[in-house]
């Protein structure tokens, strides 16, 4: 007994320490984020499912200027603007444009991806990996709510930059989605016009806009 109570002592603290480094490091990661004017991300998607067969990949870029984003994905363009999300489909010519409530908002937005973490996950340290020379530190996190359809995620870190490198989210389905960035640039040139959506420009160009 004395020597359990000394082994679960030893993993008590160690799980308590792989915590705290864990949360120095996404404090950093977040700190970095927030410090920028804006942020710029080309990246590659990935959705895979084997007991599905189900293997999608695909690219894009995003955009990021405090909360508000231009997503270009799918070839859809998705702009938000601090309240209302635009969705520009150029292949239907269609746009729909939807109020953004931020309580009904569950999902890991562009808005949220270098910020989601600090609310509402356990987290700790994971693997590391050697990526072309760089040091990516993996962070595994948990949602505290027992509930959510997110079974964990993945965190890799560049543990010299302190940029996100790569996300893989798990659902309860075991559905794996999988954001590697391909190029992280910040502080570039923006338009001041590139967040805001042009109604009369679509409407002369014959799209439908659709508002829900």
Do not use: C, W
């Amino acid at each position: 007994m004395k020597n359990l109570s000394i082994i679960l002592t030893a993993l008590f603290i160690t799980s308590f320490s792989q915590a705290q480094d864990a949360k120095s490091l996404l404090k950093e990661v977040s700190a970095k984020a927030k410090s920028y004017d804006n942020i710029s991300i080309d990246f590659k998607y990935n959705l895979n499912n084997s007991k599905e067969n189900v293997n999608q990949e695909t690219r894009g870029d995003v955009t990021l200027q405090g909360n508000k984003y231009v997503l270009n994905m799918l070839g859809t363009t998705r702009i938000f603007d601090g309240k209302n999300i635009y969705t520009i489909v150029p292949e239907d010519e269609e746009v729909t444009i939807s109020a953004y409530n931020a309580n009904d908002d569950k999902e890991i937005t562009p808005s949220k991806m270098l910020t989601f973490y600090e609310k509402g996950y356990n987290y700790k340290m994971d693997i590391e990996q050697n990526v072309k020379g760089r040091k990516i530190q993996f962070v595994k996190l948990i949602p505290i709510d027992s509930k959510a359809e997110i079974k964990d995620i993945l965190l890799g870190i560049d543990v010299q930059t302190k940029h996100i490198y790569k996300l893989i989210q798990t659902d309860a389905k075991g559905t794996k989605y999988t954001l590697t960035v391909n190029s992280f640039k910040t502080n570039q040139p923006v338009s001041k016009t590139l967040f805001t959506f042009d109604e009369a420009k679509y409407k002369k160009d014959g799209y439908y806009i659709n508002k829900i």
